[in-house]
Nanobody, 121 residues
């Protein structure tokens, strides 16, 4: 069983920064894509940023130039550095990892429990 544990959320003023972390633990062969989604109250869960095991990144247009995703494959950890935060960035942030359980098998997406990010104006 795979577990994703997030940390780093909190309350910050507009223009400030936060860094989220998410570590995968358990028994698995490898991890393909890792990334972050967010969900504001009353809205759907939207992709924020993703990163492949090779380091290829993808960002939502709303965060390009402000957020940076990175990962440490040796630690099974993905990070999200969030700068120039805006009130509209307020949401619960969820990390995910596409877990490959064995050689030649497909992947299964696992999710973290979510961490609250609140940006005050």
């Amino acid at each position: 069983q795979v577990q994703l544990v997030e940390s780093g959320g909190g309350l910050v003023q507009a223009g400030g920064s936060l860094r989220l972390s998410c570590t995968a633990s358990g028994r698995f062969f490898s991890i393909n894509v890792m990334g972050w989604y967010r969900q504001a109250p009353g809205k759907q869960r939207d992709m924020v940023a993703t990163i492949t095991s090779g380091g290829t990144t993808n960002y939502a247009d709303s965060v390009k130039g402000r957020f940076t995703i990175s990962r440490d494959n040796a630690k099974n950890t993905v990070y999200l550095q969030m700068n120039s935060l805006k009130p509209e960035d307020t949401a619960v942030y969820y990390c995910f990892a596409d877990i490959i359980s064995g050689y030649g098998s497909g992947y299964r997406r696992s999710w973290g429990q979510g961490t609250q990010v609140t940006v005050s104006s």
